[in-house]
């Protein structure tokens, strides 16, 4: 177990509905990340969260729609979503502690599947 | 075209043989990192090589890394059947402090150790 959390591990939804992903992290890490995982692709990075606050937002469409109220937790709120956004959702943490580059640690991610 | 690009993309060798994989880059660096992940989890960190570092070893793990060709390598010794999984080369851009944490992954290399 890395400290990072992620629910739910499996999600089916239709194109009008809307859910959620949370993603929680017990390391006390101020740092959070959500990345996509498609298919042949390389893993992309959507948001970054550095103290509550978004300091990335990698050309994500609207119907992503990240939130973190604290340093320990992070949704990406999910709307009218496409066939083509099926993929493995994973949430990262680091520590972002005295400007250095540190490793992320990731969640065992959301397999979403869109229909 | 991406930062990071691994090869070969798949890697298929006999237990006690060595693996190694290679990664290219782009752009300046500030550190390389070497993930693991299994079939459909999150990825774990492996290594992490700074940029004014030309070697690092964990256990059985080797990396080096050389800034001029913007080239890294991972081996892994005396692989076993649990090594079985996909491996990935991040690089964390010399970009800036706005870039914080904005790792760039690779496509990865899939690797198969047969017992």
């Known amino acids: 177990e890395t400290g990072v959390t992620q629910t739910p591990r499996h999600l089916v939804m239709g194109m009008t509905n809307k859910k959620s992903l949370k993603c929680e992290q017990h390391?006390?890490?101020?740092?959070m990340y959500w990345y996509k995982q498609s298919a042949k692709k390389p893993l992309e990075l959507m948001f970054v969260?550095?103290?509550?606050?978004?300091?990335e937002n990698n050309s994500v469409p609207s119907r992503f729609s990240p939130e973190c109220p604290n340093s320990s937790h992070l949704f990406l709120h999910l709307h009218t979503l496409q066939p083509e956004d099926s993929a493995l959702y994973l949430c990262?943490?680091?520590?972002?502690?005295?400007?250095?580059?540190?490793?992320?640690?990731f969640g065992p991610g959301t397999r979403l599947l869109v229909l | 075209s991406q930062q990071g690009e691994e090869d070969p993309q798949a890697l298929s060798i006999q237990e006690g043989e060595n693996a190694t994989m290679n990664c290219s880059y782009k752009t300046s660096i500030n550190n390389l990192q070497w993930y693991r992940q299994n079939s459909g989890r999150g990825l774990v960190h492996l290594i992490l090589i700074r940029s004014n570092e030309r070697e690092k070893h964990s256990g059985r793990l080797r990396v080096t890394l050389d800034t001029s060709k913007k080239s890294s390598s991972l081996l892994i010794t005396a692989s076993r059947a649990a090594d079985t999984a996909s491996y990935f080369c991040a690089t964390d851009a010399n970009a800036g402090g706005t870039s914080y944490g904005k790792l760039t992954f690779g496509q990865g290399t899939i690797l198969t150790v047969h017992p």
């Open positions: 390391l006390g890490h101020n740092a």
């Open positions: 969260y550095n103290f509550k606050e978004q300091t």
């Open positions: 990262a943490s680091s520590p972002n502690q005295g400007g250095v580059r540190e490793t992320q640690y």
